[in-house]
């Protein structure tokens, strides 16, 4: 079936990076997403990728993907405290089709 | 960009009564809708797909009866919750798409259902 997984938790220090990683089990992902919740709020759509793509970059985010390993990560530059939030990931089979979410990693960054 | 509004943001019910929650796609026509759970510290579960003029359809485990979803027009649906009771509580969120190819889903704030 399918499946999303990612790691619960991230803490790093404002100005570091943050590397937020997320594995998938269907291969027949094609679209693959990061949102960014904040308390109590809706999902924001932050990037995403398409599964013929190994590499996107927005701004100060970069999203890597491992199609072999079906291994995505998001990784935000120069962390601010305003990017403390619960990222997901989500992925889905074909253009408009449902979305699969991970747990979500909740980031706190540290002043 | 796409705007989705929820209506209420926070209701609170007695048991055994119904609530409604409305979605609507502010400066789009949403053909399709979805609904989502939502538990403290937990990922989004999809309950059901609504397209417009269409039954919803539902996911597995979601009962159709207690979750009454309508999507009478293109840039309204509204979720009801039936005979509510506390396992009921959680947040439900909805999201729209502007097209049957559109990749993205744009997401509303959340309604917080607390039911006592």
Redesign the interface.
Known sequence: GEDVEQSLFLSVREGDSSVINCTYTDSSST?LYW?KQEP??????LT?IFSNMDMKQDQRLTVLLNKKDKHLSLRIADTQTGDSAIY?CAE?RY??G???????T?LSVKP | GAVVSQHPSRVICKSGTSVKIECRSLDFQATTMFWYRQFPKQSLMLMATSNEGSKATYEQGVEKDKFLINHASLTLSTLTVTSAHPEDSSFYICSARDGPASYEQYFGPGTRLTVT
């Open positions: 679209y949102y109590g709020a809706g999902l924001q759509l995403y997901f889905s253009q408009g449902k979305l699969i979410f991970g747990q979500g909740e």
